[in-house]
């Protein structure tokens, strides 16, 4: 059995990928500089035919918000979701370093 930090998070649907992607596209506006807040948009990101990667809008600074990282593929019974939430590389950094200085 292979251990890995952090699980992944699968959700399986009766929807066809085509419909997922259009669905997703409905809630993700492309990645900004400065992000507005008139966007009625919940995420941001980027999204290929079977990736995505995205992080939730905020009107803030908050480093410790996770980037969704997903994979969309085709089943038999519709789509299946696989997604792994991963801090910001400069959050596991900062996280090593105190846990080092603790030692």
Not at 76 to 86: A, N
């Amino acid at each position: 059995m292979k251990f890995t930090i952090f699980t992944p998070l699968v959700i399986k649907t009766n929807d066809p990928i085509d419909v997922v992607r259009t669905k997703l596209n409905e809630n993700i506006e492309e990645r900004r500089l400065f992000n507005s807040l008139r966007s009625n948009k919940i995420y941001q990101g980027e999204i290929s035919d079977t990736e995505f990667k995205i992080s939730r809008i905020i009107s803030y600074k908050n480093s410790f918000l996770p980037i969704i990282y997903g994979n969309l593929s085709e089943t038999e019974e519709g789509t299946e979701i696989i997604m792994k939430l991963m801090p910001h590389w400069f959050v596991v950094i900062f996280f090593l370093v105190c846990f080092l200085c603790y030692l």
